[in-house]
T-cell receptor, first 112, second 114 residues
Framework: SQQGEEDPQALSIQEGENATMNCSYK?????LQWYRQNSGRGLVHLILIRSNEREKHSGRLRVTLDTSKKSSSLLITASRAADTASYFC????????????FGAGTRLFVKA | ETGVTQSPTHLIKTRGQQVTLRCSSQ?????VSWYQQALGQGPQFIFQ???????GRGNFPPRFSGLQFPNYSSELNVNALELDDSALYLCASSLGDLTENGYTFGSGTRLTVV
């Protein structure tokens, strides 16, 4: 499969708790992105981290990148019911032609 | 003018038919990518166009083809439809060098092949 791997596949937490999702990938990358998708519609870009960066913050989001382990994590702090969605990581790679490879996603459910 | 628009939103086709899906890029974007997303899966990269040229392709057969027009809008054509082609087809646009804003996605076209 071309896809990266994400874990957990599904996560259920209480409102106010933190949610952590992990992503692993296989090839050398230029950057890694995280997206959110509600109800099988379009994806919304959350954050992009470049291969020379190790950590990035945006509001309640914190992303880390470990290129030696080919892995990334997304932390959502103080989760809200509105954060309920599927979260995907994506990597852009230029080996053998350009490709964007998405993980299989983590389904997050935040209980009010 | 902001955002990516896709048409139609839903489509039902018969096996063996051909289909054309359309995408209007976000204003100022010169790159468009197409993805296929099966239910419960992540999007699978079909191909990307940059300034009217294909510059990357995923593991899809030649019956999946595309075009990008001078105004950077795009079409995805699928010939000889198969039942497994039933999926959500997503279009995304960006600048040639991806910025901090990532890809901007449309809401998708839900294709059902019967």
């Amino acid at each position: 499969s071309q896809q990266g791997e994400e874990d957990p596949q599904a996560l259920s937490i209480q409102e106010g708790e933190n949610a952590t999702m992990n992503c692993s990938y296989k090839t050398s990358i230029n950057n890694l992105q995280w997206y959110r998708q509600n109800s099988g519609r379009g994806l919304v870009h959350l954050i992009l981290i470049r291969s020379n960066e190790r950590e990035k913050h945006s509001g309640r989001l914190r992303v880390t990148l470990d290129t030696s382990k080919k892995s990334s994590s997304l932390l959502i702090t103080a989760s809200r019911a509105a954060d309920t969605a599927s979260y995907f990581c994506a990597t852009d790679a230029h080996t053998g032609g350009f490709k964007t490879i998405f993980g299989a996603g983590t389904r997050l459910f935040v209980k009010a | 003018e902001t955002g990516v628009t896709q048409s139609p939103t839903h489509l039902i086709k018969t096996r063996g038919q051909q289909v054309t899906l359309r995408c209007s890029s976000q204003s100022g974007h010169n790159t468009v990518s197409w993805y296929q997303q099966a239910l419960g899966q992540g999007p699978q990269f079909i191909f990307q166009y940059y300034r009217e040229e294909e510059n990357g392709r995923g593991n899809f057969p030649p019956r999946f083809s595309g075009l990008q027009f001078p105004n950077y809008s795009s079409e995805l054509n699928v010939n000889a439809l198969e039942l497994d082609d039933s999926a959500l087809y997503l279009c995304a646009s960006s600048l040639g060098d991806l910025t901090e804003n990532g890809y901007t996605f449309g809401s998708g076209t839900r294709l059902t092949v019967v």
